[in-house]
Every structure is written in C-alpha cells, then in structure tokens.
C-alpha cells in the first residue's frame, strides 16, 4: 500500500484497463504470492511468463527479463527515450517523466496502462 497516492484516471480506454493499472500500485492484483498470503492455493509460484521467479506484481510487470525487453521495444515504438522502471508505481507514471504535450502524455500512458492491462 502507498500512503498518499493518488491515481490519476485515464479516460481514453475502458475502465476495465484503467481499473487494473489502479490496482497494481497498492499491489492487489491476484497474484500467486498474494493469493498464498489469502491461504489460496495455488499450482505453481513461478512467473507464468519466464518461469524462473516467484510471481509478484513487481516482477510480472517490471523485472521479468522478457517484460523489460516488451518495454525497450515500446519505447522504440513510441519513439520514446529509453527508460527504465524501478517500481509499479514508475510504471504508471511514466508518461509524467516525457516533456510530452498532454495529449500524447495521454496517449502515453493509455498505451502504458494497456500493456499493464494484458499482463
């Protein structure tokens, strides 16, 4: 849970999207070590992405190795500079670190929110 924050909603894309980014900063997406912390069982802790760490909201969404090669090469096709994401948190507000125009700061982060979303 972060203290203070407050989430900045994006009308751009259904809230479904938006709803899903909102619940990644407070870390209550159902992932396997938060459903093992609600006595879910679960088949397999790994990431269903590499395989190789236990599944957590960070690691899904910023530290896997093949996420962080999905957001160079969004960057690329942004045409953004090269970023690199410490935290969910940046994730999310990464549109606010671009000297964008607010329209495509929002655009931005609507494409951000989706990858997210997908996830």
Avoid at 78 to 96: A, G, N, Q, W
Wanted: with cysteine.
């Amino acid at each position: 849970m972060v203290p203070g924050y407050v989430f900045d909603w994006n009308g751009l894309f259904p809230k479904k999207v938006v709803f899903v980014a909102w619940r990644v900063v407070p870390g209550r997406l159902p992932t396997s070590d938060t459903l093992k912390k609600r006595y879910i069982p679960v088949s397999s802790t790994l990431c269903p992405i590499c395989g190789e760490v236990e599944e957590t909201v960070e690691h899904v969404l910023v530290s896997c190795g093949i996420v962080q090669t999905l957001w160079s090469l969004i960057s690329l096709w942004c045409k953004t500079p090269d970023f690199i994401i410490f935290c969910v948190r940046d994730l999310v507000e990464l549109h606010k670190f671009f000297s964008f125009r607010k329209e495509k700061a929002n655009l931005f982060n609507a494409i951000c929110l989706v990858v997210v979303w997908c996830l």
